[in-house]
């Protein structure tokens, strides 16, 4: 791509044509792997930054550009988790999780909210495959690519996660069902 | 084919991704099985419903007007060149990752990277890190296969696991500064499939004491053992200001065992169990020292 060629000659005009195109995706699918609009823009911001400075590692022999920026982006991401993995030691968090398990029984949760929290069941492996599939409509071939796993893991890890979204919206919906018929 | 097998490939049958033998073999169990065609089906509305969710959330989500401006002053004047770091990096055809997974036969120089927990992420992380790669700390797996280092890690010596449990791997490597004034710690992860076990070691002014807990003993040092720490369902709000501490915690049944080798705090999570977590405990040791690049042979 000439942009790529121009930006690793320190045109920074190019650079800005890349970041345009893939803006959105990245920071939409950032948004959407951390769940945070402000780690999206602090997402946003590495991922350009690691792009601009690893341009002259690109392959494109090895790869599609978008597969690279989605890699990056999806590491990224991946990374911020064990990371802030490490404010939760040391800290006694007990109470916070069974008040928000409570939250589910005593509102009217909407089909978005139940989806929303059966995602967040997931493992971060089953999330950003499911990301992956159903946001950014990448073959099960590219999501191999992105996440250098092999084709039959993508093809596993997709199964489970919508099973395991099924199973939780269907045990949301019982408890719904169960709320109603004890208020009626 | 069996139901069972079935089920496994559904979403795949689904998305199209099927060979036209499989798909020839599913379409003719499901032609006979009236609880597959609506498994099938519960799986279509489920996929449905994913995405519609996915993308109405996406669509909400737009990046600030100044995003671009924000980078633009971030951007090294000189044009971009791959740093020695990057060079590493690149070796091993994955920019950015910081697994050693797939690569287990050769010797790997897997690096660095600052996880830098910050306020922000402004100066931009590569650019705080370079200057001070002057150090580094090197050391290999408990079976020789894999050897790692990481620069730019000033505050202690830190230490590794010379054990552990049958198939574990190390997949994470990375240090945290910046947290708070002269507050620094060192993370390693190992792994193996769905068992997990994350080394910490932290030193500083932000580091406590020992948590309450069951009482436990690492070569003669105290330690306490909390289980289980955390649940898949951890999801911790804590808004401090310039802090993001929106946590999703989604590994299941963890553990802690925590305790201290001078002034430096261990903390192991994991979901093995105590007496594997003991052994791993008191098999750590100090990892090499050395100055100037990077002791590793890369390839």
Redesign the interface.
Known sequence: MEWIER????D?NA??LI??QY??LV??TA??I?????????A???V???V??????YDST?GAFST?IY??TV??CL?Q?????????????SG??NQ??QVSLDENIS??EI??GA??????KL?VV??L???LDL??SEIAQVL?IPLGTV??R??LG??K??AE?KHENAQESALREVSE | MKCREI??????YL?N?VSPSEKKLIQAHLASCQNCQVELE??GD??D???Q??????AE????PQ??T???A???S??????ML??V??SI??????SL??LTTQRIAIIL?F?I?LL???P???ARIEPFITNWFSFASPDDENEAAIGGFTAFTPYHATYLPEDFRQS?L?S?TS?APEFE?I?I?YDSGDQFL?L?ESSGPGV?GL?EGQTSWVHENPAIFISPF?????????KKPG?????????ENTN?LTWFIGEIKI?I?SNLPLDEMLKVAESLEPMQGSEGENPLDLP
């Open positions: 930006t690793r000659k320190g920074q650079f800005r970041f345009d803006k959105n920071f939409k948004y959407l951390l769940d945070d609009a402000s780690e999206a823009e602090d946003l911001q590495e350009f930054l690691k601009y400075r690893s341009l002259g590692t090895k690279w890699r990056i590491n990224y990374n988790r064990r990371k802030v993995l490490r404010f939760f030691k040391g800290r006694d968090v916070e999780i928000g398990d089909n978005q989806i929303r995602l967040q069941t997931l493992s971060q999330r499911i990301i599939r159903f946001f073959s099960y250098e093809k596993s997709l199964n919508l099973n979204i099924r919206l | 089920c496994k490939q559904l979403t795949a998305d991704e519960r799986l489920v996929r419903v994913t995405g969710y996915l993308h109405t959330q996406a989500a737009v990046p600030s995003a671009w924000v980078l633009k971030s951007l090294p000189s044009p971009p060149k791959p740093s990057q060079r990096v690149q055809s994955f920019p950015g990752k910081l997974e797939g990277v996880l927990v922000t992420f402004t931009p992380v590569w994470l990375g945290t947290f710690s993370e992860g994350i910490v406590n948590p955390a649940t898949s369902r951890a999801d911790l709000v804590d802090i993001s501490t929106v946590i999703e915690y989604s590994y802690l903390e999570f």
